[in-house]
């Protein structure tokens, strides 16, 4: 019996982690956009570039599928949109408060949801492999967290729990990171659903731009300037939009019609992997041992699932 992956899952495998790759630079990029835009006009910018260029595109070579969309994908498509509008607030604020690696790793914590809510509602059949991939991943992920309080050395493992302002802070960055991945999760499991019978083009567009309106209702809400930042800052939020989002986040979506949702969840925690070795050659941050450690399991878990058989994850 061939125990090979096949050819086209390979190759939709591969397309996958390129995606993840481009992902893995959006808090590089919303770092430096941060030196002076708050979090929700980064959210934004980053939505709205991402939509514009998709309107002409897919208003002409995909009307007709656009007018055959059903009122319930159409629902679900802009409640995905709605979900990613929140998603990126809460996710890129978190970046104010704690590192990037925390942030990018509890962000990444969606495939535990994405499985309880796949198994206990859509009775998904998930095996042993899978689940322990993502366990194993999930404490690497735990390490790397860790590693902001805690040290590894000669006379020991240490942790330091002192209530200090900059604790508080860091703190509440890691609530937001983790709300993120709940709306992450929420995301994943509607463009599993939808993507079943829409196409990507359409529901790109539909949800990209639910969430480059939401942002921008919330902004004009909010009273918040788009117009008082230095050149620069509106180049790193479209580069931001153009890599992580337009071939990241898009391939993420592409990847949901010939993948599995938990696979596609438990791949994009490569995404800390590449955040922070990004890190290390932009912002000099030498990750300690905990925190290499974090990264090493972390690969470990994306490999059990890379390698686990195809026809071991059903729907």
Excluded at 98 to 109: E, G, R
Excluded at 175 to 192: D, K, T
Excluded at 250 to 257: E, M, R, V
Excluded at 260 to 277: H, L, N
Aim: aromatic content about 10%; charged content about 10%; overall charge positive.
């Amino acid at each position: 019996m061939n125990a090979e992956i096949p050819t086209d899952r390979a190759k939709n495998i591969a397309i996958l982690f390129a995606g993840i790759l481009s992902i893995s630079t959006a808090a590089i990029f919303i770092r430096f956009a941060q030196q002076e835009a708050p979090s929700l006009v980064i959210a934004a910018g980053r939505m709205v570039i991402s939509a514009i260029p998709l309107i002409p595109v897919i208003l002409i070579w995909h009307r007709q599928a656009i007018k055959t969309i059903s009122k319930r994908d159409m629902f679900l498509s802009v409640l995905s949109g709605i979900l990613l509008a929140f998603h990126f607030i809460s996710w890129i604020t978190s970046l104010e408060f704690t590192s990037i690696a925390s942030s990018v790793v509890l962000v990444c914590t969606t495939p535990i949801w994405v499985t309880l809510y796949s198994v206990i509602v859509n009775h998904e059949k998930v095996n042993r492999t899978i689940f322990f991939g993502i366990l194993v991943a999930f404490i690497g992920g735990i390490l790397v967290a860790m590693s902001e309080v805690c040290q590894w050395s000669i006379s020991g493992f240490h942790c330091t729990l002192a209530s200090t302002m900059q604790t508080k802070h860091m703190n509440f960055g890691n609530l937001l990171a983790f709300i993120g991945a709940l709306l992450a999760a929420g995301y994943l499991l509607i463009g599993r659903s939808v993507r079943r019978s829409v196409e990507l083009g359409p529901y790109t567009l539909i949800v990209y731009t639910t969430a480059a309106l939401t942002l921008i209702t919330i902004l004009i809400v909010a009273r918040i300037p788009v117009e008082t930042y230095t050149p620069k800052i509106y180049i790193f939020i479209l580069i931001l939009a153009l890599i992580p989002q337009l071939i990241g986040h898009s391939t993420l979506n592409w990847a949901l019609k010939y993948l599995s949702t938990t696979y596609v969840a438990v791949a994009q925690m490569g995404e800390p992997v590449g955040s922070t070795i990004l890190a290390i050659l932009l912002f000099k941050e030498i990750p300690t041992p905990i925190k290499a450690l974090g990264a090493v399991l972390i690969i470990t878990g994306i490999f059990i699932v890379s390698s686990t058989s195809a026809q071991k994850i059903q729907s």
